[in-house]
């Protein structure tokens, strides 16, 4: 059992991981995880020297909250179905989904576990996803095939469909499939201001 905090010790989480292990570990350069971290004031903490978010992708089920899941607010960073969690006092990230539990997706962004403990708790990083995004010199680093990443989570929502563990998901309210708390959506001009900070980091 892993076990997380966000900074202003609100809300606490664990995922229940163990070998061999059902999540995989990447680093991820996606524009729109940099514009988050952006919005969440918290670039330095959430992104690598390379704009990267170090994050751990399982099954939803193997989340739960031991306190705080009041404490919850989402966003949605583009016109899409992802939806980003974080604490609405300190603005700690605790993870993404899709903005039903129908698609049962979850990513959770590691920066509430030291980065000392992270290899030992969930493995080493498999690798980079959305280079072509980040920063600095990634002409070296192992990427992870996103066509591989995107067959694993619609396997993984197959899955969890067809067993019902979709179900198994606090994010959601269990018998709507919705989202315990409405996301906020950025207008052009926030995401644009965003995007602009993401620009300015990159060409520093
Ligand atoms: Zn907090
Ligand atoms: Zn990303």
């Known amino acids: 059992m892993v076990n997380l905090a966000c900074d202003c010790n609100a809300i606490a989480w664990s995922i ?3 070998i061999p292990r059902t999540g995989i570990r990447y680093l991820c350069h996606c524009d ?3 514009a988050f971290a952006h919005f969440i004031g918290r670039a330095n903490r959430v992104l690598d020297a390379n704009g990267g978010t170090d994050a751990y992708q399982l099954p939803a089920s193997r989340l739960m909250f031991s306190r705080g899941l009041d404490n919850l607010s989402c966003v ?13 006092h300190c603005n700690t990230p605790v993870a993404n989904t899709y903005d039903t539990s129908k698609l049962s997706f979850l990513s959770v962004p590691l920066c509430a576990l030291p980065a000392e403990q992270r290899d ?3 493995g080493p990083s498999s690798g980079h996803v959305w280079t072509k995004f980040g920063h ?3 002409s070296r680093v192992k990427q992870v095939s996103i066509p591989a990443m995107l067959w694993r989570m619609a396997s993984r929502i ?13 994010f959601f309210d269990p ?9 906020r959506h950025l ?12 620009h300015a980091v990159a060409s520093a």
């Open 158 to 170: 197959a899955a969890a469909r067809i067993s019902g563990d979709y179900l198994n998901n606090p």
């Open 187 to 198: 207008t052009f001009a926030e995401r644009s201001e965003l995007d602009r900070k993401v």
């Open 120 to 122: 030992e708790a969930l």
């Open 136 to 138: 600095g010199d990634l």
């Open 175 to 183: 018998v709507a499939c919705k989202p315990i708390c409405m996301p």
């Open 16 to 18: 229940d991981e163990r």
């Open 76 to 88: 949605r960073m583009t016109n899409g179905r992802l939806i980003r969690w974080y604490c609405s």
């Open 32 to 34: 729109d995880c940099q």
